[in-house]
């Protein structure tokens, strides 16, 4: 926010003045002012002009509960950051940037890390899901929910819910062991996939693990970023 005054032709009379001079006042809020002074000789020292500007500049400050707000609103309807463009991506990235300087000191020793979290946004679409979320498989499994949950003290659940060529319903499943690796990191190794596709119901594949920093936790959002850079948007169920 910015603003000026200026006041002009004030007149006052005195002995002690210079004959030119500016003062110039520096406080902490970052105001400035600046008195330009001329002073004429007569029989009095009399002062005819005293002028005044004033240029103040507020940071504006976003707090926690807006950004909040605001990166929920980017990343509703798109499909978990698959139909957003490059800029939107962007505009995502620096929210989450500038809610990582509210995250809590040791977010992997916070409780509000365990619950029910909807995987709402993801940079990278692959990243959650895997191939079911690759060009060619949101053409065959259309997504219906991502959910992860957490539970103390070290258990991790993944599910992939889709509908397979428009009718018929399956969901993919991961388990897995959480370890903690700093005070921001997490590594979490999981056993091989279950896949329930209407009556069939198997296992396949090998263990997988991931490295996910949590950059910022509470009650509503918990973000994340993985090894590879792909940030992530989780929503509490």
Known sequence: MASSLSLSYINFKTSQLPK???LVFRPNCCLKLSFPIQSHQHKQ???KRFSVSVSTQEEVRTSPDDLVS???S??????????????????VA???????????????????????????????PTSPGGGYRSAFGRLVFKTKEMIQVVEAPDIVKNKVSFSAFGFLDGEVSLKGKLNVLDEKWIQVIFEPPELKLGALEFQYGGESEVKLEITYVDEKIRLGKGSRGSV??????
């Open 70 to 72: 605001s990166i929920l």
């Open 20 to 22: 030119s001079k500016t």
């Open 232 to 237: 992530f948007v989780f929503k509490r169920c």
């Open 94 to 124: 620096e929210v989450a940037s500038q809610l990582q300087k509210y995250c809590v000191d040791k977010p992997v020793e916070c409780p509000l890390i365990f619950g029910e979290w909807d995987v709402v946004y993801c940079s990278i």
């Open 74 to 91: 980017k990343v509703s309807g798109t499909d978990r950051g698959v139909s957003l463009p490059t800029e939107g991506h962007e505009a």
């Open 45 to 47: 020292n009399q002062i």
